[in-house]
């Protein structure tokens, strides 16, 4: 059957640019997906989606003009039910006949089948294939209904009686078939054609009365000044960006944002992109300010030079391409003018009042109305910090004896100052004009102001940084009191989000509670940080005083979540479920987590390994039966030779094993021990630990629990069974 391609537009006034390309590919895509189920596509049958401003299109290759016929069996009803005993049709039978468009001479054709319980009747017919006509209607309505739509508006239809709900108001269909149109195709109160239009000022022709399916993007290329690939649009900017920065020289390069591409793909046709500049003095506002006023309100890109510093030429992406570009690049350089002007303004002003005169204007902004206000916030944020900070001090103090010295006590005190200092100013930047005007420049503001003020480095970069990580990928905090104050603060929110029942589920996370976590996750194991998540916790929850109601019941829930993200994040670093499972369950120091998955998955490559992960899970359901059973051997009471000859090996081994544990050679350890392979298969084969006598019995449970704590201090070797 000859097969001809297929073109459908639906042209609208214009799209929400955020959703444009995510529209453009679901509207092609539901098209396709659905003329396949009807059997009108051939296996060569191609997609290419198309996504304007103002259309949204399809060119589908090699479609069929009607689907082949289908074979049918229906199941109808038992042979005794559908006949009677002189083999007549029933009643029953003839009912069901008649509604599937048959009749009694039909009887004679009908097949059965024995289903295993009893002889069934089946009726076998042809069903006729979908017409094309028929078929792109009914895809055209799927791919419609199926528009993940950000917001529906409702419009009234043309007759002015009708209205119907889309996107946006749609005031042209273009369906063909070859050069055939598909005339009684009909979609949104509008009747297919071949009449498209093309750029509202530069199209050379309109309407264009499209040739051919295959003409599409050709035609309104040449005579609509449009180019309809979302796709081939997009890297046509991106390649004028690179162009026009190499043209301005000097090294300099256009801010690279994947998202701002995309929205400035969705707002022009056929894009030309200009050179612009603003005055110079601008550049003494962080530019941080300028970039996100121009990015984020104007739709430009900020030019970087070598250095990754912001200059004072931009770029815009215009929709029209005049011979004389001037007005063009004088008006956007207008227009930025005042945004830019207000930025510095915001600053200058805020310059004016230091971080620590803010502190009491914290009281007055709610955090949540049953946590607080953020000078609340601010008060618990700084006694989870120090508590962090001793914490840390503690665990150096035990690793590293040798610096408990007066220098040593001096350090640590300016670094409680300086972590105190962060954790009351952190939040102070929120009641300032210029991150009331762009909050996306929260603590990035701050850092600025605390320079200003003459604080340290340590403190300007901690305020800067303890937002951070911010999302996925994102880099972490540069310094350790930026470390401790980012935990802390990410810490108070999460205990006090799990205190009051404001728990994430589904896709709901309005608090950002899953970001939050994994942010702590990553702090402790990257920075290789030696504490004690549950006394974090417990210190989290005991700044908020007597608000949470059940701070130990939601002090759990907060840890097993945090846990369920560990095993989340390990598995994005690439190791198996039952690696990071093993891990997490020894409880290793989240410093130590790095090495000690590394030491399991070389551990699982030895041979011995399967075997004494078996002997581990039966270990661990033998010791859990038995209950609380001290790790203490009696030599006398070891009667059996296998068991002898296991606590002898042990008595070699394991010390060996624990002295490359101690000393951080977890893959030495785990290697070490198994040696252990063979006594433990022989003390499993030749002994009876649950003996009648209750010395034995205790004795060889004690004897497993000692071999049981000696093989999981590296991970829970159980999980890799």
Same mark, same amino acid.
């Given at each position: 059957?000859?097969?001809?391609?297929?073109?459908?537009?639906?042209?609208?006034?214009? +799209?929400?640019?955020?959703?444009?390309?995510?529209?453009?590919?679901?509207?092609?895509?539901?098209?396709?997906?659905?003329?396949?189920?009807?059997?009108?596509?051939?296996?060569?049958?191609?997609?290419?989606?198309?996504?304007?401003?103002?259309?949204? &299109?399809?060119?589908?290759?090699?479609?069929?003009?009607?689907?082949?016929?289908?074979?049918?069996?229906?199941?109808?009803?038992?042979?005794?039910?559908?006949?009677?005993?002189?083999?007549?049709?029933?009643?029953?039978?003839?009912?069901?006949?008649?509604?599937?468009?048959?009749?009694?001479? &039909?009887?004679?054709?009908?097949?059965?089948?024995?289903?295993?319980?009893?002889?069934?009747?089946?009726?076998?017919?042809?069903?006729?294939? &979908?017409?094309?006509?028929?078929? !792109?209607?009914?895809?055209?309505?799927?791919?419609?209904?199926?528009?993940?739509?950000?917001?529906?508006?409702?419009?009234?239809?043309?007759?002015?009686?009708?209205? !119907?709900?889309?996107?946006?108001?749609?005031?042209?269909?273009?369906?063909?078939?070859?050069?055939?149109?598909?005339?009684?195709?009909?979609?949104?109160?509008?009747?297919?054609?071949?009449?498209?239009?093309?750029?509202?000022?530069?199209?050379?022709?309109?309407?264009?009365?499209?040739?051919?399916?295959?003409?599409?993007?050709?035609?309104?290329?040449?005579?609509?000044?449009?180019?309809?690939?979302?796709?081939?649009?997009?890297?046509?900017?991106?390649?004028?960006?690179?162009?026009?920065?190499?043209?301005?020289?000097?090294?300099?390069?256009?801010?690279?944002?994947?998202?701002?591409?995309?929205?400035?793909?969705?707002? !022009?046709?056929?894009?030309?992109?200009?050179?612009?500049?603003?005055?110079?003095?601008?550049?003494?506002?962080?530019?941080?300010?300028?970039?996100?006023?121009?990015?984020?309100?104007?739709?430009?890109?900020?030019?970087?030079?070598?250095?990754?510093? *912001?200059?004072?030429?931009?770029?815009?992406?215009?929709?029209?391409?005049?011979?004389?570009?001037?007005?063009?690049?004088?008006?956007?350089?207008?227009?930025?003018?005042?945004?830019?002007?207000?930025?510095?303004f915001f600053f200058d002003q805020d310059r004016k009042k230091t971080l620590l005169s803010r502190v009491d204007a914290l009281s007055k902004v709610v955090y949540h109305n049953k946590l607080g206000t953020q000078g609340d916030r601010m008060q618990r944020v700084r006694a989870i910090a120090k508590a962090i900070a001793l914490q840390l001090f503690e665990q150096i103090a035990k690793t590293h004896p040798e610096?408990?010295?007066?220098?040593?006590?001096?350090?640590?005190?300016?670094?409680?100052?300086?972590?105190?200092?962060?954790?009351?100013?952190?939040?102070?930047?929120?009641?300032?004009?210029?991150?009331?005007?762009?909050?996306?420049?929260?603590?990035?503001?701050?850092?600025?102001?605390?320079?200003?003020?003459?604080?340290? !480095?340590?403190?300007?970069?901690?305020?800067?940084?303890?937002?951070?990580?911010?999302?996925?990928?994102?880099?972490?905090?540069?310094?350790?009191?930026?470390?401790?104050?980012?935990?802390?603060?990410?810490?108070?929110?999460?205990?006090?989000?799990?205190?009051?029942?404001?728990?994430?589920?589904?896709?709901?996370?309005?608090?950002?509670?899953?970001?939050?976590? *994994?942010?702590?996750?990553?702090?402790?194991?990257?920075?290789? +940080?030696?504490?004690?998540?549950?006394?974090?916790?417990?210190?989290?929850?005991?700044?908020?005083?007597?608000?949470?109601?059940?701070?130990?019941?939601?002090?759990?829930?907060?840890?097993?979540?945090?846990?369920?993200?560990?095993?989340?994040?390990?598995?994005?670093?690439?190791?198996?479920?039952?690696?990071?499972?093993?891990?997490?369950?020894?409880?290793?120091?989240?410093?130590?987590?790095?090495?000690?998955?590394?030491?399991?998955?070389?551990?699982?490559?030895?041979?011995?390994?399967?075997?004494?992960?078996?002997?581990?899970?039966?270990?661990?359901?033998?010791?859990?039966?038995?209950?609380?059973?001290?790790?203490?051997?009696?030599?006398?009471?070891?009667?059996?030779?296998?068991?002898?000859?296991?606590?002898?090996?042990?008595?070699?081994?394991?010390?060996?094993?624990?002295?490359?544990?101690?000393?951080?050679?977890?893959?030495?350890?785990?290697?070490?021990?198994?040696?252990?392979?063979?006594?433990?298969?022989?003390?499993?084969?030749?002994?009876?630990?649950? &003996?009648?006598?209750?010395?034995?019995?205790?004795?060889?449970?004690?004897?497993?629990?000692?071999?049981?704590?000696?093989?999981?201090?590296?991970?829970?070797?159980?999980?890799?069974?």
């Amino acid at each position: 059957m000859t097969t001809q391609n297929l073109l459908v537009e639906l042209f609208v006034e214009e +799209l929400p640019p955020k959703a444009l390309q995510k529209l453009g590919d679901a509207f092609a895509g539901v098209l396709l997906e659905q003329l396949k189920a009807q059997g009108l596509t051939s296996p060569g049958s191609r997609l290419t989606a198309f996504a304007s401003p103002r259309r949204l &299109a399809a060119h589908i290759t090699d479609v069929l003009p009607q689907a082949a016929d289908k074979a049918l069996s229906q199941k109808l009803m038992p042979v005794t039910v559908g006949l009677n005993a002189e083999g007549a049709a029933t009643p029953a039978l003839l009912k069901k006949l008649a509604a599937l468009g048959a009749d009694e001479s &039909a009887v004679a054709t009908l097949e059965r089948q024995n289903d295993g319980k009893a002889d069934i009747l089946f009726y076998n017919s042809t069903a006729k294939g &979908a017409q094309l006509t028929e078929g !792109v209607q009914k895809a055209l309505d799927e791919a419609i209904a199926k528009l993940p739509i950000p917001k529906v508006m409702r419009y009234q239809l043309q007759d002015g009686w009708g209205s !119907v709900n889309f996107v946006r108001p749609a005031h042209g269909l273009v369906a063909l078939y070859g050069t055939q149109v598909l005339m009684s195709v009909e979609a949104l109160g509008l009747s297919a054609g071949n009449l498209t239009h093309g750029h509202r000022f530069e199209a050379s022709v309109d309407p264009i009365a499209i040739t051919s399916a295959d003409s599409y993007a050709q035609q309104l290329r040449e005579q609509g000044a449009v180019i309809a690939s979302f796709t081939e649009r997009r890297d046509d900017i991106a390649r004028q960006l690179k162009a026009a920065a190499e043209r301005v020289g000097g090294g300099v390069r256009a801010i690279e944002d994947e998202a701002l591409l995309d929205e400035v793909t969705a707002l !022009v046709e056929r894009p030309n992109v200009l050179v612009c500049a603003f005055e110079k003095e601008f550049l003494d506002v962080p530019q941080e300010c300028l970039i996100l006023t121009m990015k984020a309100n104007q739709k430009y890109f900020p030019l970087l030079d070598a250095n990754g510093k *912001l200059t004072h030429q931009f770029l815009v992406v215009s929709n029209i391409s005049p011979s004389d570009a001037s007005a063009v690049t004088g008006g956007n350089e207008r227009v930025v003018r005042p945004r830019l002007a207000d930025a510095k303004f915001f600053f200058d002003q805020d310059r004016k009042k230091t971080l620590l005169s803010r502190v009491d204007a914290l009281s007055k902004v709610v955090y949540h109305n049953k946590l607080g206000t953020q000078g609340d916030r601010m008060q618990r944020v700084r006694a989870i910090a120090k508590a962090i900070a001793l914490q840390l001090f503690e665990q150096i103090a035990k690793t590293h004896p040798e610096l408990n010295s007066t220098e040593g006590e001096i350090a640590e005190d300016y670094l409680l100052e300086c972590v105190d200092t962060s954790a009351m100013l952190a939040k102070t930047d929120l009641v300032t004009d210029m991150v009331g005007e762009f909050p996306e420049l929260q603590g990035i503001m701050g850092g600025y102001y605390a320079a200003n003020d003459g604080l340290s !480095v340590q403190v300007a970069q901690a305020i800067e940084d303890h937002y951070k990580p911010r999302f996925a990928g994102d880099e972490l905090p540069r310094e350790n009191v930026g470390v401790i104050v980012a935990m802390a603060d990410k810490l108070e929110t999460l205990a006090g989000m799990f205190g009051i029942g404001n728990l994430p589920t589904g896709d709901r996370d309005p608090f950002a509670l899953r970001r939050h976590a *994994l942010g702590v996750i990553r702090m402790l194991i990257e920075k290789e +940080l030696p504490l004690d998540l549950a006394r974090l916790v417990r210190a989290a929850s005991q700044s908020f005083g007597g608000l949470l109601p059940e701070p130990e019941k939601s002090n759990e829930q907060l840890l097993d979540f945090i846990y369920e993200r560990l095993a989340g994040y390990l598995r994005e670093q690439g190791f198996s479920a039952q690696e990071a499972d093993a891990v997490i369950a020894a409880r290793v120091p989240w410093g130590e987590i790095p090495k000690a998955l590394q030491a399991v998955r070389a551990f699982a490559e030895l041979p011995e390994a399967p075997a004494l992960a078996a002997a581990n899970k039966r270990i661990g359901n033998i010791l859990k039966k038995a209950g609380d059973v001290d790790a203490h051997v009696n030599v006398e009471l070891l009667k059996e030779p296998a068991e002898q000859t296991l606590y002898a090996m042990m008595q070699k081994i394991v010390p060996e094993a624990d002295a490359q544990f101690a000393a951080g050679d977890y893959t030495g350890s785990l290697q070490t021990l198994a040696a252990l392979r063979a006594p433990v298969d022989a003390f499993f084969d030749d002994v009876m630990v649950n &003996a009648e006598e209750d010395a034995l019995r205790l004795n060889r449970q004690g004897l497993l629990r000692s071999l049981h704590v000696a093989m999981n201090r590296v991970a829970d070797l159980s999980r890799l069974a």
